[in-house]
């Protein structure tokens, strides 16, 4: 499997952005997704889960409200929107994709449960 992120850009405060993965394969609709993120001289974070129907979501504390994942398995892509962006989102942003998902109770949010890894994006909000 392999993931191609998109759509990271620079953007001012309160501005909004929509960031893509793109995935290879004939099993993306079986694979949980998440987008994860990494500023500069820290860990990085779960953002964002969605399992392999779309029927479910997760979030971390800091981004509900203002972002949303969403899927389209027709097409093999997941999406991250974005709204009202702060300083403290920017980040590399990475997707990353669960093959085991199915026989876990919910999508993971640890980094150590995603197989495969896209290359990040960079998104940066300016104040």
């Known amino acids: 499997v392999q993931l191609q992120a998109s759509g990271g850009g620079l953007v001012q405060a309160g501005g909004s952005l929509r960031l893509s993965c793109a995935a290879s394969g004939r099993f993306f609709s079986s694979y949980a997704m998440a987008w994860f993120r990494q500023a500069p001289g820290k860990e990085r974070e779960f953002v964002a889960g969605?399992?392999?129907?779309?029927?479910?979501?997760y979030y971390a504390d800091s981004v509900k409200g203002r972002f949303t994942i969403s899927r389209d398995n027709a097409k093999n892509t997941v999406y991250l929107q974005m709204n009202s962006l702060k300083p403290d989102d920017t980040a590399v942003y990475y997707c990353?994709?669960?093959?085991?998902?199915?026989?876990?109770?919910?999508?993971?949010?640890?980094?150590?449960?995603?197989?495969?890894w896209g290359q990040g994006t960079q998104v940066t909000v300016s104040s």
């Open positions: 969605i399992n392999w129907s779309g029927g479910s979501t």
């Open positions: 990353a994709a669960d093959e085991d998902a199915r026989v876990r109770v919910r999508v993971a949010q640890e980094e150590a449960s995603y197989q495969y």
